[in-house]
């Protein structure tokens, strides 16, 4: 019996050359969140994300603080698991490209394609940029004749190396790219993939470095004074993981590439045409996010405008992070992070939304009825239902902003349904005690929806508000939220807070 394809989802590897920001945990939320709704939608997932160890820049920072690279690498992985831990990921697997398994298949695949004929070995004198690893032409050149510091040091350089012979495909990489609309999303990156290819020549991509100048890379299985370009082996641990696991038949392709917009033309240009001339399928959708800035203004070490996920986390909380960064920022365009907004969304929606409405919904429930549930009532029925239904067309759809926005229009439907109904009066009047059982009901089981509905992005308070309804742990399958799950003569266990009113953030 055939095995069914899995659904794959990855971030971005990220470069050991420092400490993760902002920008990386943005990332990985936004991959998890997909990760957890797809699980919840009924698939299987492999969830992947992992560091990318090697190249120049990592080379020079082992060295100025006079390590070796691979225990500079190690050490830095080790902040960098926690930092995923930190963040309340589920991925299945966490790459290294230090490791066997991933450079043996990065040199097989070098193998193949140099054995198909698509290198070739020639001499250069240009320019290269240190900080981007990247050869510079005349056109980067900005019209007083230097370079745009963004590339930090730029050096002449007169050296061979390999070429991998990518303009023999820039016509079938355009027209890929239009007759596959949802290949880049947002749009507007696909149309600037596309105006790139049009508008300019593809030069052939250099995927080597001599030994000379780079120790710190994987060797050319068929140049031994060579190793490989780092982005061609970052790359390849999309497929060189699934395959060192000996599941690529159930993994491959991989269904979303979560990037961000500074890496769109490796992942966009470079990483197709590298599968097609390996023979492998192309990956579904390349889901491709802005960047954050912090009060309108760009974030930098060096002023010390950034955010630091870490001590937002430890002071807040994950799921507050986790909330504000996908109600905040959709996936596509840049972001501003700001303490009054962050503050604003906490205090509005989380504290005084969510966590007053299961918070007085469940004192009551334990102030007027003992806690135990009465007969099933479905004023709220159909508020909850068509907000499950938008929440799971929003998450096929990536559109996390959205499903969150269909979340809280429940939230909202709720309280505003404590206020209409006025429970606190119902339990005064005895000719009401059936009244107040009704609406009892539809509050604690809006609640136990909510909880099902939020477990791929707040899945700390999903838990909490299950266990605060003596259900036990959250169901898996968002089919769970459908109305009516709280079972007559149940007894909820009672509230705690959710989320503690607190002070704005210092930062």
């Not at 919904?361 to 003992?370: A, E, W």
Request: proline residues 6%.
């Amino acid at each position: 019996m055939e095995m069914s394809k899995r659904f794959y989802i990855t971030t971005a590897i990220d470069y050991v050359n420092g400490q993760p920001h902002l920008g990386h945990a943005y990332e990985k939320v936004l991959a998890d969140v997909i990760a957890r709704s797809r699980r919840a939608l009924g698939e299987e997932v492999f969830f992947l994300t992992g560091l990318d160890e090697h190249g120049q820049k990592v080379q020079q920072a082992a060295q100025a603080e006079g390590k070796d690279p691979q225990q500079y690498c190690d050490e830095l992985a080790a902040s960098w698991r926690a930092f995923a831990t930190k963040l309340n990921l589920t991925n299945d697997d966490f790459v290294r490209t230090t490791e066997a398994r991933h450079k043996t298949v990065v040199q097989a695949l070098l193998s193949q394609l140099h054995a198909a004929g698509h290198f070739y070995k020639a001499a250069y004198t240009g320019f290269y940029s240190m900080k981007e690893e990247t050869f510079l032409t005349e056109k980067d050149r900005l019209p007083d004749g230097t370079f745009d510091p963004s590339y930090g040091e730029v050096v002449e350089l007169q050296e061979e190396n390999w070429y991998f012979r990518l303009k023999d495909h820039r016509q079938w990489l355009i027209d890929y790219i239009e007759a596959n609309p949802t290949f880049i999303s947002p749009n507007y990156r696909r149309n600037e993939v596309l105006g790139f290819l049009k508008n300019n020549p593809l030069e052939d991509l250099c995927i080597s470095r001599p030994l000379a100048r780079l120790t710190w890379g994987i060797p050319l299985p068929f140049d031994p004074n060579f190793v490989t370009y780092v982005w061609f082996d970052a790359l390849v641990n999309y497929v060189s993981i699934p395959e060192s696991r000996g599941e690529s038949a159930t993994t491959w392709p991989a269904d979303a590439h979560v990037i961000g917009k500074d890496i769109l033309k490796f992942h966009a240009v470079y990483w197709p045409i590298m599968l097609k001339a390996a023979g492998l399928p192309l990956p579904k959708q390349l889901l491709v996010h802005g960047w954050w800035q912090k009060d309108g203004a760009k974030m930098s070490k060096s002023t010390g405008n950034v955010v630091d996920p870490v001590a937002v986390i430890e002071e807040w909380g994950v799921d507050a992070f986790r909330y504000y960064a996908v109600r905040e920022l959709d996936i596509g365009p840049d972001g501003n992070w700001t303490a009054a907004g962050f503050q604003s969304r906490y205090s509005a929606e989380l504290a005084n939304g969510l966590g007053n409405l299961i918070n007085r919904s469940l004192s009551m429930f334990k102030r007027y009825r003992n806690g135990i549930v009465p007969a099933r009532h479905d004023d709220l029925a159909p508020d909850a239902a068509k907000a499950m239904r938008e929440t799971v067309s929003n998450l096929r759809e990536y559109e996390l902003q959205g499903a969150l926005q269909s979340i809280w229009s429940l939230v909202n439907r709720a309280n505003q349904y404590v206020d209409q109904t006025a429970p606190f009066k119902l339990a005064k009047d005895p000719a009401q005690a059936g009244r107040l059982d009704e609406v009892l009901y539809n509050l604690a089981e809006t609640s136990r929806v909510l909880a099902v509905l939020l477990l791929p992005f707040l899945p700390t308070t999903s838990a909490k508000i299950y266990a605060q309804l003596g259900l036990g742990s959250v169901p898996a399958h968002l089919d769970a939220a459908t109305w009516g799950g709280l079972p007559t003569g149940h007894t909820i266990a009672g509230p705690e807070p959710l989320f503690p009113r607190k002070d704005p953030p210092a930062q």
